[in-house]
């Protein structure tokens, strides 16, 4: 059975900084694609950032020097350390892990991350 437990979120202002930590149990998560990714109200789910197996990364522009994802396979942890944080980055943040784009996602549960002004 298949676990992802994430962790800390919460509530920042502006310029401040939060670390998010998703845990999956039950994979073999060294084999894993993992990403995060989060949704805004009344918008779709977008990608903020992956990592590879081979620890190669991919962020997107509005994450790019700001945001640097990390995986410790030794503890199936996947981290997003989000430093600059602006007012437009408040959504719930999901983590997922995918063996390759064909194969089955496991998603973690969502955490609030509200940056206040």
């Known amino acids: 059975q298949v676990q992802v437990v994430e962790s800390g979120g919460g509530v920042v202002q502006t310029g401040g900084s939060l670390r998010l930590s998703c845990e999956f149990h039950?994979?073999?998560?060294?084999?894993?694609?993992m990403g995060w990714y989060r949704q805004a109200p009344g918008k779709q789910r977008e990608l903020v950032a992956e990592i590879t197996a081979g620890g190669r990364t991919n962020y997107k522009d509005f994450a790019e020097g700001r945001f640097t994802i990390s995986r410790d396979n030794a503890k199936n942890t996947v981290l997003l350390q989000m430093d600059s944080l602006k007012i437009e980055d408040s959504a719930v943040y999901y983590c997922?892990?995918?063996?390759?784009?064909?194969?089955?996602?496991?998603w973690g549960q969502g955490i609030q991350v509200t940056v206040s002004s």
């Open positions: 997922k892990g995918q063996r390759h784009n064909f194969a089955r996602a496991w």
């Open positions: 039950g994979i073999v998560f060294s084999a894993h694609i």
